[in-house]
């Protein structure tokens, strides 16, 4: 990551997290293990209970079925894909890297901060889900972008990937690397932009490897691959999480998890990729960076294999998104313990827009 340095930065929470790059954490506790010190906002007892024990939840309606239908037609729109003539879905093209070609595979679209996109990232009940897994009000949403995944045929074929022995596989891997003695803590989300049905793929994972994680881990030989992981799936069987327009599906970096293959024939399957970390409002490089992203629309630097659309940028086809309250503390433009306009010029690198936010 760009932006990260070599110290540890801790975040703006009463909790102690720790991190430097704003994406897996250090705490005390894990977060299946953690105790809630904060009244539950979203998640009900039972929620809490869930996620604790097999690694993910739901939360119906997070957002407006009408406001994910509206990301949808835009996935859409900015790939220049019309829904209707499927064969428009698979028009040959030239790409920069294998890892774009890949991408293209997967279904990956090149945007970061339209409005509608923000409009997610600061919907209070989506920030609410995320405060109560982490017990901790002081959050940053990543920047992240959205999924449109036609089926897996022509330029689109996952054979067209070719195979690893080691490492990452989308069909079921984690995020972080397991076989470190003190896991760092993770979470990640999507909010689904269309109802999920079996053939179209999507989100899988396996929770009763994460319940029994520890004493499975156990029982591996030395050189097990800390990233994909190895299990008998009748005895731990990979599941696909059902949801509807709007739902917001969280879970934790423990959990294996990865992306079934669109088998059907001309359906999609459409998501917004969307978490909340702890703050780290004392790691000024990797705040700017936020900030510089969002205010000139520039690709987030946070993760490589964010690459920005070839074609036409996102940043010469509309302008910043407005921010609530809730958004501006979310990115990092404004701090959650009030900091004076000093300070935030400071943070940005441009006192004079500074003042003018």
């Not at 490897?209 to 992981?229: T, V, Y």
């Not at 008998?232 to 949801?243: C, G, S, Y």
């Not at 074609?311 to 959650?336: I, M, N, Q, V």
Request: one cysteine or more; aromatic letters at 10%.
């Amino acid at each position: 990551m760009a932006t990260s340095d070599r110290y540890l930065h801790r975040a703006a929470s009463d909790i102690p997290y720790f991190s430097a790059d704003g994406d897996t954490y250090l705490a005390r506790t894990a977060l299946r293990d953690l105790r809630k010190t904060r009244p539950l906002r979203v998640l009900s007892e039972e929620d809490f209970s869930f996620w604790q024990t097999w690694g993910y939840i739901v939360v119906k309606e997070a957002v407006p079925a009408s406001a994910a239908r509206r990301l949808l037609d835009f996935a859409w729109e900015f790939q220049g894909l019309d829904p209707d003539r499927p064969d428009t879905w698979y028009e040959e093209r030239r790409f920069r890297s294998d890892l774009e070609r890949e991408l293209h595979v997967y279904g990956f679209v090149e945007a970061y901060h339209h409005q509608l996109i923000w409009d997610s990232r600061q919907t209070q009940r989506v920030y609410d889900a995320f405060a109560d897994v982490w017990d901790c009000e002081e959050l940053w949403v990543t920047l992240d972008r959205l999924n449109l995944n036609p089926p897996n045929v022509r330029n689109r074929a996952r054979s067209l990937i070719g195979h690893r022995e080691r490492g990452f596989d989308i069909e079921l891997h984690w995020d972080i690397d397991t076989s470190l003695g003190i896991p760092p803590q993770r979470v990640q989300g999507i909010i689904a932009l269309n109802d999920t049905e079996p053939e179209l793929g999507g989100f899988q994972c396996c929770p009763e490897l994460f319940r029994r994680f520890d004493r499975w881990k156990a029982l591996q030989p030395e050189d097990r691959d800390p990233i994909r992981p190895a299990v008998d799936r009748e005895e731990m069987p990979v599941v696909r999480p059902e949801l509807e327009a709007g739902d917001l599906l969280i879970w934790n970096g423990l959990l294996a998890h990865g992306v079934a293959p669109n088998t059907s024939r001309k359906g999609v399957r459409a998501v917004q990729y969307l978490s909340m970390m702890p703050a780290l409002e004392t790691h000024r490089t990797l705040r700017r960076s936020r900030i510089d992203s969002w205010r000139r629309l520039s690709t987030p630097d946070w993760n490589a294999t964010l690459l920005g659309d070839a074609r036409k940028h996102e940043s010469l086809r509309y302008g910043p998104a407005e921010l609530t309250g809730l958004g501006a503390r979310l990115l990092g433009l404004d701090s959650w313990h009030g900091q004076d306009g000093a300070d935030q010029a400071e943070v940005t690198g441009d006192e004079t827009c500074a003042v003018s936010v």
